[in-house]
């Protein structure tokens, strides 16, 4: 399994930014398919983003499209998640996870997660 690592969070006003990065472990990083995934208070785990191994091809869930996006540095062994147009219900957890398989929006698909990074949005 690889380690993961979340920075990047804090406290924004509405239609602020943040850029979330998530550093790996190992050196395998480059064959898995990385997503980013969020829990607020009282919710559920909601799917965020994700990125094919190569980065390729991303997939975004509907409430973050055009505003969100994920990329990839294999070299640095780094995932990112450039968040834009950021609002008060984007407030989260927010947690990279790795996948060894295709692109998933499940994550109990995922078997390595990060401790998470807190991203809270003022209106």
């Known amino acids: 399994q690889v380690q993961l690592v979340e920075s990047g969070g804090g406290l924004v006003q509405a239609g602020g930014s943040l850029r979330l990065s998530c550093a790996a472990s190992?050196?395998?990083?480059?064959?898995?398919?990385m997503a980013w995934f969020r829990r607020a208070p009282g919710k559920e785990r909601e799917f965020v983003a994700a990125?094919?191994?190569?980065?390729?091809?991303?997939y975004y869930a509907d409430s973050v499209k055009g505003r969100f996006t994920i990329s990839r540095d294999n070299a640095k062994n780094t995932v990112y998640l450039q968040a834009n147009s950021l609002k008060p219900e984007d407030t989260a957890a927010y947690y990279c996870a790795a996948r060894a398989g295709p692109y998933s929006t499940d994550g109990d698909r995922h078997k390595s997660w990060g401790q998470g990074t807190q991203v809270t949005v003022s209106s």
């Open positions: 990125i094919s191994e190569r980065g390729r091809s991303t």
């Open positions: 190992g050196r395998t990083f480059s064959s898995y398919v």
